[in-house]
């Protein structure tokens, strides 16, 4: 049996791999490698045998069966304080392998490609490399094993100081469960497309780290943002920050809210979040226009929040974003002028994000003390409902059109909703209380006297008509909401008594 220290190296990316086989030679290991891998270990000069030579055997399937043999995995999992073990590989004139170096074939960046067929992605399913991975793994306090090529350097360091400790060696093999865990999540995550098993009996998804975060919610809790692998569509995971400080928990947090309602307009539109409710949403001609009414919809509130905007930002939008404090601006471009004016707050912190409309995420995931909820995303629109007027007075053009946007925007404020607006605008904005008419009362309070001639928006049905008599108090000439309630006509006529206008959407959009 072989006394000298052995080195199976066998990856997809080859970065590095050269540089180090070579400083495993220089430390005395003989090299074992497969197929490209070997190859390229033969082009820098260096000494290495195929997985043939110590198997016997040739690599077969085109590839499909070259390390699943025992000659590879005895040479793994062998136990080296385990006198049977031992006495068992010598006597079958196998040796130990003390270093794999292997990471596996390309799936994610497979099924990312836009004309992937089913075959190819199958093709790109490895099956030896995470057999050697979890085996090398399982034999840490015998094996070393390196799945990221940022660790080889670290390792070949190590190594030249005399041996990993057992505590680097673990962490080494907890990277590659992590890892292969991760690729199998992926390869789980295809399938429950190909079988469209929305809701599978195990639901196993992966992200990968982003970046860590100064902490969490609070100073005392800590954080890390995660995006998901393989994740298509508009995601802030995917913003390309171009000035400002580092985003914090909660920036991230109102930032997806501000994008995700911002997503809602394909005309110019503007919108201003605090806590991750909308405080002022606005659309125009253009994005100036936009950002002028959000701003003006709660001026007080937009101080210190976060803005989104569909449109690039210009200079002459640029010069009215700077004359508040604004944590964030989410924009899919900024032009060099705007860029010139903006970064002159260098705290100010510019995300440009992509905006392009594509097929994202199906479900949102929620998390509850030791579970997890899994559900479809809301991506209902007042395209997939009939709109029904339910009043005698029908909306006019004018109000259908602050209707849609109400409705646009109390989709996404926290339930109890209640929006209302005019012109184009945001008024005012009732998030999360306990009754509707609270919700009513403050988002009426905050509009004054611009709600006369206003619309309101309520993102579940009124159980009674009391929501209706305090709008009709403040001036609200139209009503967009969901109905279904069992008292719906209660709150029909007393529409019809004020003169208001009512629509029903027969969707509701609660947000908890």
Same mark, same amino acid.
């Given at each position: ?10 990856? !997809? ?24 891998? $070997?190859?390229?270990?033969?082009? +820098? ?6 997985? !043939? ?128 865990? +991760? ?95 909308? /405080? ?9 226009? +936009? ?7 709660? !001026? ?45 707050? $260098? ?23 030791? @579970? ?16 029904? /007027? ?24 926290? !339930? ?30 905050? *509009? @004054?006297?611009? *709600?006369?001639?206003?619309?309101? *928006? ?15 108090? +403040? ?7 969901? @109905? ?10 007393? /529409? ?17």
């Amino acid at each position: 049996m072989n006394e000298k220290k052995r080195a199976l190296l066998s990856v !997809s990316d080859k970065s590095g791999i050269a540089e180090f086989a070579q400083s495993l030679v220089e430390l005395g290991y003989e090299l074992i490698s497969t197929g490209g891998t $070997k190859k390229v270990i033969e082009e +820098a000069g260096l000494p290495v045998m195929s997985i !043939s030579d110590i198997t016997s055997f040739p690599e077969i399937m085109d590839g499909r069966v070259k390390t699943l043999h025992p000659a590879v995995h005895s040479g793994l999992l062998a136990k080296r304080n385990n006198p049977d073990h031992m006495e068992q590989l010598s006597d079958l004139e196998i040796s130990t392998i003390d270093l794999v170096a292997v990471n596996l074939y390309p799936f994610k960046e497979t099924i990312a490609k836009p004309d992937v067929t089913e075959a190819d992605a199958i093709e790109n399913i490895d099956i030896g490399g995470p057999t050697m991975l979890r085996a090398a793994a399982k034999s840490f306090e015998d094996v070393v094993v390196v799945v990221d090529p940022a660790d080889y350097q670290i390792t070949v360091n190590a190594l030249g100081e005399g041996e990993l400790s057992y505590e680097a060696r673990r962490e080494l093999a907890a990277k590659v469960f992590r890892h292969t865990a +991760a690729y199998d999540a992926m390869i789980a995550g295809y399938f429950n497309e190909l079988t469209e098993a929305e809701f599978p009996e195990t639901y196993t998804v992966t992200y990968e780290k982003k970046q860590d975060l100064r902490y969490g919610e609070n100073p005392h809790q800590r954080a890390a943002f995660y995006k998901k692998s393989g994740a298509a569509g508009v995601s802030l995971a995917d913003a390309e920050q171009l000035n400002g400080k580092e985003l914090s928990y909660n920036n991230i947090q109102d930032a997806n809210a501000a994008l995700e309602i911002v997503l809602e307009f394909s005309e110019p539109a503007a919108v201003a979040v605090k806590h991750m409710n909308p /405080c002022g949403v606005g659309t125009g001609e253009g994005i100036y226009e +936009a950002y002028q009414k959000a701003y003006e919809a709660d !001026s007080m509130s937009i101080f210190g929040g976060i803005v989104a905007v569909n449109r690039e930002v210009d200079e002459q939008t640029a010069l009215k974003m700077k004359e508040i404090f604004l944590e964030i601006i989410i924009a899919p471009a900024f032009s060099e002028a705007a860029l010139e004016v903006l970064t002159q707050k $260098k705290n100010l912190r510019l995300l440009k994000v992509d905006m392009t409309p594509s097929e994202g995420a199906a479900h949102k995931l929620t998390s509850v003390v030791g @579970g997890l909820l899994v559900q479809d995303l809301d991506k209902g629109t007042l395209e997939d409902v009939e709109l029904q /007027c339910v009043t005698e007075r029908e909306p006019t053009q004018q109000e259908m059109e602050d209707l849609k946007l109400g409705w646009k925007a109390v989709k996404h404020v926290k !339930s109890n909703a209640i929006v209302v607006a005019k012109a184009d605008q945001t008024l005012g904005v009732g998030a999360g209380q306990m009754n509707r008419v609270g919700a009513a009362k403050i988002a009426l309070e905050q *509009a @004054g006297e611009k *709600a006369q001639g206003a619309i309101m *928006a309520s993102d579940a049905f009124f159980p009674m008509p009391d929501t209706v008599e305090t709008a009709a108090a +403040a001036g609200i000439k139209a009503i967009i909401q969901p @109905g279904g309630s069992k008292r719906d006509q209660d709150s029909i006529d007393a /529409c019809d008594k004020h003169g208001i206008t009512m629509v029903f959407t027969g969707m509701r959009h609660f947000k908890h």
